[in-house]
């Protein structure tokens, strides 16, 4: 167990429709990010926050958004979901931005 | 400009030494980084350097870093069945991680 807490595990759905990814950072990182992990793109940094605030942007669509908490926890919510966005979604925390946690991942299946 | 490569395929017979190498290309990377993706499941952290130094050594593992090349090598010594593995390089640019396409470890008996 990382400390990095993502759910759920697995997610199928439809083409259209809406899913909330969550994470949970390790106790004391106030940095979280997401990153996408597919097999023609390989792993992509999608954001950052800090203690709540939008730090960086990378690869993110503007279909997809995220947020971070005050209890640190972050969510990214994927819309408008096409097949092309099944993937493994994957948040890493950190606090002194020198080591970097994984969660072990969301598997997002659009069908 | 941000880009990592790695070479995609490793086999190595138990017992021998591996050795991944890597490239990247923004000389202002402060740290590298070495994780390790076992099937379905998430990234592992393995190890990693700062970019003043040129090696590091951690049991098994041994980090090698030309900075004037921006080459970065990872050697497992004694490799086992166990570290079979897709084997990712990154290299850290304003606080996020750039990776490599990963390298995939197979190791034979």
């Known amino acids: 167990d990382s400390g990095v807490t993502q759910t759920p595990k697995h997610l199928i759905t439809a083409t259209g429709q809406r899913v909330t990814l969550r994470c949970s950072p390790r106790?004391?990182?106030?940095?979280v990010y997401w990153y996408q992990q597919s097999l023609d793109q390989g792993l992509q940094f999608l954001i950052q926050?800090?203690?709540?605030?939008?730090?960086a942007k990378g690869n993110i669509l503007e279909r997809f958004s995220a947020q971070q908490f005050p209890d640190l926890h972050s969510e990214l919510n994927l819309s408008s979901l096409e097949l092309g966005d099944s993937a493994l979604y994957f948040c890493?925390?950190?606090?002194?931005?020198?080591?970097?946690?994984f969660g072990s991942g969301t598997r997002l299946t659009v069908v | 400009g941000e880009d990592v490569e790695q070479s995609l395929f490793l086999s190595v017979r138990e017992g021998d030494s591996s050795v991944i190498n890597c490239t990247y290309t923004?000389?202002?990377?402060?740290?590298l980084y070495w994780y390790k993706q076992e099937p379905g499941a998430g990234l592992q952290l393995l190890t990693y350097?700062?970019?003043?130094?040129d090696m590091k050594q951690d049991q098994r593992l041994t980090v090698l870093l030309n900075k004037k090349d921006k080459h970065l090598s990872l050697r497992i010594a004694d490799t086992q069945t166990g570290d079979s593995a897709i084997y990712f390089c990154?290299?850290?640019?304003?606080?996020?991680?750039?990776f490599g396409a990963g390298t995939t470890v197979t190791v034979r008996a």
């Open positions: 106790s004391g990182d106030l940095s």
């Open positions: 990154a290299e850290r640019n304003d606080y996020k991680l750039s």
């Open positions: 890493a925390s950190s606090t002194t931005g020198v080591g970097y946690t």
């Open positions: 923004d000389s202002s990377s402060t740290y």
């Open positions: 926050y800090y203690n709540g605030e939008e730090r």
């Open positions: 350097i700062f970019s003043n130094m």
